[in-house]
């Protein structure tokens, strides 16, 4: 049965609300080591970050919220936004906005984008505690082998991963923002989806399995995929990164989906 999330409604008034603490990525071991569950989000002040425009406040408004089980907020900034920390194999960032989530220390998933409301952001965090997409994912891999390099095809598959979720991230700041389009954005991005259905379970498999056996590799994959959208969206589409969307930059990159690189 999946949790029932907001404490108000499920668990009467026992549940207490959470502060959101700041941390420097350095800290931020120490922090979700310390506490049952533990909620990170991951985001920059810099205004060359549209889409975390607004993500601070939903954030801390779903951190005000009582909730069961307990949960423990923080949020790591940094600034540019597209130069990502390195979080010491504790876990890999490709896109920000993003809220991984955290028992004893372990990474059980991660809820990303900007959501529609706090409340939403809480039944997401449920989501993924009670069914947890790393363990999942886990179970679901093939059995360990040797380590060996990633043949062409498999980087083919991660790289599609990466673009997966950057525009399941896109899709969500841009239907939060213009929400009488949001239907065409997740349709978009579900048609998109579907067409690449078999490389993405690989993806999947992959991003578990073989992170740990090379981190440093997939690191630089991230990046290298990361830099191949960012270019694919500035100089292709013409679509600034240095402000928030407009609507017709978000119609431009639902429609364009086809181009990408």
Known sequence: MRWMLLAIVAWG????????????????????AA????????????????????????FDQAAALPHKPALAFARV???????????AGLIEIGWVPQQPVFHKGKLL???DGQQKSAASLLVKIDEVIADPPVARLTREAPSAKPAVPLSDAEKGAVRLGIRRDFLDGVSRACGGRFSE??????????????TNEA?????????ISRS???AKAMAALVDEEKQTLQAWQANRLGI?????????DCDKIFASLTSLP
């Open 240 to 248: 600034s990164m240095r402000t928030a969307p407009q609507v017709a």
């Open 212 to 214: 740990g056996e090379d």
């Open 77 to 87: 900034q940094w600034t540019p936004w597209r130069q990502i920390p390195d979080f």
């Open 13 to 32: 008034g026992t549940a207490t609300a959470a502060a959101v603490k700041e941390l420097r990525p350095d800290e931020l071991a120490a922090f979700v």
């Open 109 to 111: 998933g991660r809820v």
């Open 181 to 194: 389009r949001a239907a065409n954005y997740q349709q978009a991005v579900q048609t998109w989806r579907s």
């Open 35 to 58: 506490h049952e569950y533990a909620v990170v989000q991951m985001t920059s002040s810099d205004p060359g970050c549209g889409y975390c425009k607004g993500a601070d406040k939903l």
């Open 199 to 207: 490389r993405l379970k690989q993806a999947n498999l992959l991003l």
